[in-house]
C-alpha cells in the first residue's frame, strides 16, 4: 500500500531476486490517474489468478489493508495469499481482538508480523538497549500505558 509500504516491496522484490526469485511488485495509489500512464497501480500489474503477498509498514486498525484490499478485488481471480506486515501495534478493535487478527479472519488470509509491541516493550525494558537507542526519559512508562490503554 502507498505510501510507507511501496519501500518495504521494494526491498522484499530486490532481496529475493538475489536468492534467484523473480517476484514482480506494484503499489496502489492513493488516487487513481486518468493521465499518462493512468491507473491504480503502478509498477507490474497483476493478472488474473495471480497469487499476492501483501507488505505493509505498520498495522494498527486495519485500515490500509482493507482498502488494499478494495483495489485488489478489482483484478479478476487474484488472489491474495498473504500479509506481512513490519510492526503489528496489537491494538484492541472494538471486537476486542486485533487488527491482525481481525484482517486474518475477515479475508482468510495467513498474516504475520516481524515485531509487535509485546517485542517492543521487551526491548525497551533493558536498560542497556535504552542507552544504545538515546530513548527518550520516560518512554517505558509512555508505552506501558499504551498498551494498557489500546492493547489486546
Not at 479478476?76 to 495469499?81: F, G, K, Q, S
Not at 530513548?135 to 517505558?140: F, V
Request: with cysteine; charged share 25%.
Amino acid at each position: 500500500p502507498a505510501y510507507k509500504g511501496i519501500s518495504l516491496s521494494i526491498s522484499a522484490a530486490v532481496a529475493l531476486s538475489k536468492n534467484g526469485l523473480n517476484v514482480p511488485f506494484f503499489f496502489n495509489r492513493k488516487e487513481v490517474k486518468d493521465h499518462g500512464e493512468g491507473g491504480t497501480f503502478v509498477g507490474y500489474v497483476p493478472q488474473a489468478g495471480e497469487e499476492i503477498v501483501i507488505i505493509e509498514d505498520v498495522i494498527t486498525a486495519g485500515t490500509s489493508v482493507n482498502e488494499t484490499m478494495q483495489a485488489l478485488s478489482n483484478i479478476e481471480n487474484a488472489e491474495v495469499i498473504g500479509l506481512l506486515i513490519s510492526v503489528d501495534r496489537r491494538e484492541r478493535l472494538e471486537n476486542g481482538k486485533s487488527a491482525l487478527q481481525t484482517v486474518q479472519e475477515e479475508y482468510g488470509i495467513e498474516a504475520h508480523s516481524i515485531i509487535n509491541i509485546n517485542d517492543i516493550i521487551a526491548f525497551l525494558e533493558k536498560e542497556e538497549n535504552r542507552i544504545a537507542i538515546k530513548a527518550p526519559e520516560g518512554i517505558l512508562e509512555r508505552v506501558y500505558q499504551y498498551r494498557k490503554e489500546w492493547g489486546c
